[in-house]
């Protein structure tokens, strides 16, 4: 017998504009929460010609540019990084703005993905640090 703590099944099970983050797969143990720090699901509640994108906030140990998972494979453009993330890292889908100064990993250099900011917007940030 298993045991199941989720928060939520699908997106309308959170609140607002905030996404459900799944499992991996049927056969992982990982609970489903909100992605709470979110301020979008779909490019259409950004508004008009809107983006939305994943992504871990600043000052998250390993930044990476899709959520980590297990078996998931972490880039900052081109280049593999190590992957590390819980959900102490904030990580959540946010909406692009014209502040941003970058709007996806391939305008970044080295090992730099563009990332959201806790203060808001875009920006390149070095995939640096160890758990």
Do not use: I
Request: glycine share 10%; with cysteine.
């Amino acid at each position: 017998m298993m045991c199941s703590y989720d928060e939520c099944f699908q997106d309308s099970d959170c609140p607002g504009n905030v996404p459900c983050h799944c499992r991996d797969s049927a056969s992982s143990t990982a609970n489903n929460w909100c992605l709470v720090d979110s301020n979008c699901r779909v490019d259409d509640d950004c508004g008009p010609c809107g983006y939305c994108s994943p992504s871990q906030l600043s000052g998250c140990v390993r930044m990476c540019t899709v959520p980590c998972g297990a078996g998931t494979h972490c880039y900052a453009g081109t280049t593999e990084v190590p992957c590390w993330c819980g959900r102490s890292c904030g990580e959540g889908y946010f909406c692009h703005t014209a502040d941003d100064t970058c709007t996806n990993d391939r305008e970044c250099t080295g090992d730099s993905a563009c990332t959201r900011q806790l203060a808001g917007g875009w920006a390149c940030m070095p995939c640096s640090g160890v758990p």
